[in-house]
């Protein structure tokens, strides 16, 4: 055989090696794809997808109703909870007091002179006070206080402290101390509550320059509740001047009203 057709007859033989070799690795190729083709139809044979939009759609369905009854649930208790403060606001007085009790001067005798409370509720009279002659008064209240052992208790004096304090607002709260610090002690289960002095009009002031020791009064007043852990109850902007008498210090049955349902709100009753 010449050179030359040895050249081609070993040409010939590479090429039809490869050509083998390609065709048996296309046919591999074909055959682990047709593999992976099987395999991949029976794994979704065995683990069918589930179409989960229906599911979605069907628990958002689900949660949009019970966010709204739940909204309604709320609504309801709201509006009930709104009538049943209402209809306890709306008591009679009386009734709110049932369990409280009222000691004080002639201003506070007043709640029951102009019928806002039963004169059960009260224990009041004119010219008594923690200091000077108008304690004693203020001892029979003190005692009956003790007596009937109310859930709240309200004091309600100075106005003639002004006089039996010589419009001293340190000798007033002093003393004023000692009547709390006795209730206390009486009374440890008793809530107590002192309200304010009531201003006067400014030509009582005039008259009698100590009532303009009021406001000194009102401070120390407030002090002594801090000091003792009791609440203080201010009144004055419960006062109209509208609402006075001629002597410009006692007040028309309109405040006895406003002054009640403060209290009453003060004290939750």
């Known amino acids: 055989m010449s050179e030359k057709n040895k050249r081609k007859f070993i040409n010939k033989t590479i090429t039809d090696e490869e050509k083998d070799t390609?065709?048996?690795t296309a046919v591999t190729v074909v055959v682990v794809l047709l593999v992976l083709g099987v395999i991949v139809v029976v794994i979704r044979l065995m683990?069918?997808?589930v179409d989960t939009k229906d599911g979605v759609k069907k628990l958002q369905q689900m949660e949009a109703v019970e966010v709204t009854e739940v909204d309604r649930q709320i609504q309801e208790l709201e509006e009930a909870e709104r009538a049943a403060d209402e209809e306890w606001a709306n008591r009679p007085a009386n009734e709110k007091f049932v369990n409280a009790f009222v000691i004080g001067d002639s201003i506070t005798q007043g709640l029951?002179?102009?019928?806002?409370?039963?004169?059960s509720h009260v224990q009041a009279d004119r010219g008594a006070g923690v200091c000077g002659v108008g304690s004693e008064l203020a001892e029979a209240h003190i005692a009956?206080?003790?007596e009937?052992?109310?859930q709240i208790l309200f004091l309600a004096y100075g106005m003639n402290d002004i006089k039996g304090a010589d419009a001293d607002a340190g000798v007033f709260a002093e003393t004023y101390k000692g009547v709390i610090d006795r209730l206390k002690e009486a009374l440890p289960e008793t809530r107590i509550?002192?309200?304010?002095v009531l201003p006067v009009q400014q030509h009582v002031i005039d008259e009698n320059a100590g009532y303009g020791a009021i406001p000194q009064y009102n401070e120390q007043l407030e002090k002594l509740c801090e000091e003792e852990d009791i609440t203080f109850i201010d009144n004055g902007s419960l006062v109209k001047e509208e609402y006075?008498?001629?002597d410009g210090i006692h007040v028309a049955p309109e405040y006895y009203i406003g002054w009640v349902e403060h209290m009453a709100e003060v004290a939750k009753l």
């Open 22 to 24: 390609v065709l048996r």
């Open 47 to 49: 683990n069918p997808r």
């Open 112 to 119: 029951y002179e102009y019928g806002v409370l039963d004169q």
């Open 144 to 146: 009956k206080a003790i």
């Open 148 to 150: 009937l052992q109310p």
């Open 193 to 196: 509550y002192v309200n304010s």
């Open 244 to 246: 006075y008498s001629g």
